[in-house]
Structure formats: structure tokens, C-alpha cells
């Protein structure tokens, strides 16, 4: 396996952990994490923090360079707002576990020309799958419904 989307696989693990919805997320520039994250919004109680978005706090103020030079490793499909993220900063390839629990904005993102990878990976599918049987009420407030 992709050692960065382990690395991802790892803070969505943490994230479920901690008693939160296991999404993670890394930001590699030049074959190294300059940021990590999981979702957080129930840990945090927080409205914004998705695992990208965490990602990205946790990777700092970078220059513009940084970014339009680095990959994004998700465990799950970008929804509106990372997706946004993601073009904001410019990072040109993003690589997402699985999208069959969640379909995010891929579409978006590729006509704006960022490169999207989807593995369908079995332990990310498993984790999420996992998660929504065991506390569907968390998965609905997450996605909005």
C-alpha cells in the first residue's frame, strides 16, 4: 500500500479513536507530509474541521509554491468545502481512498484540472461502512442530513 494513504488510513484510525468520524487526510510536497489530519468535528465540536481541512491547518501557512507542488492523500471523497480548499491552495492531485460511501466533489475538481485518483480502498470503504452502521446519527449531522 501507498505509504501516504496509510499515513492517512493512520489519523482516520486516531480520529475513530478519539471518538470522531474516521476521515484522514495528509499533504505530501516533495515525498514528505507537511501536514496531517483527521476529522475532528465532534472531538472539537467544531463546524469546519474536516480531515483535509485539518490537514491543512496542521500543515501551516505555506507558500503558494508548496502547495501547488504537493499531493492530497484522503480517505474519503472531498465534500464542498475541502474540495474548495483544495482548489483555493491549488494542489493539483488529490488521491482519495474510496468514494462508494460518499461521493465529494471529484467532478468539480477535475474540470478545474486537478488530477483525481480514487483506489476504492477495502479498509477505507470498511472503516466508513463501520462507522455509519455504529453511529449513524454522527454520519447524518456530518453530511447534513
Not at 103 to 124: F, H, I, K, N, P
Request: proline share 4%.
Amino acid at each position: 500500500m501507498d505509504p501516504f494513504m496509510q499515513a492517512a488510513i493512520e489519523e482516520a484510525e486516531l480520529g475513530l479513536a478519539e471518538g470522531g468520524i474516521p476521515i484522514g487526510s495528509v499533504i505530501v510536497h516533495q515525498g514528505q507530509i507537511i501536514g496531517r489530519g483527521h476529522n475532528r468535528r465532534v472531538q472539537q465540536g467544531s463546524a469546519i474541521r474536516h480531515g483535509e481541512m485539518d490537514a491543512f491547518e496542521n500543515a501551516g501557512r505555506q507558500p503558494a509554491r508548496v502547495y501547488r507542488d504537493a499531493v492530497l492523500y484522503t480517505t474519503l471523497s472531498p465534500c464542498s468545502m475541502c474540495s474548495g480548499a483544495i482548489l483555493l491552495y491549488g494542489i493539483p492531485r488529490v488521491v482519495i481512498g474510496e468514494n462508494q460511501t460518499f461521493l465529494g466533489e471529484e467532478d468539480l475538481l477535475r474540470s478545474r484540472g486537478v488530477q483525481v485518483e480514487v483506489l476504492q480502498d477495502a479498509r477505507c470503504v470498511q472503516l466508513m461502512r463501520d462507522f455509519i452502521a455504529s453511529k449513524p446519527e454522527l454520519w447524518n449531522e456530518d453530511i447534513g442530513e
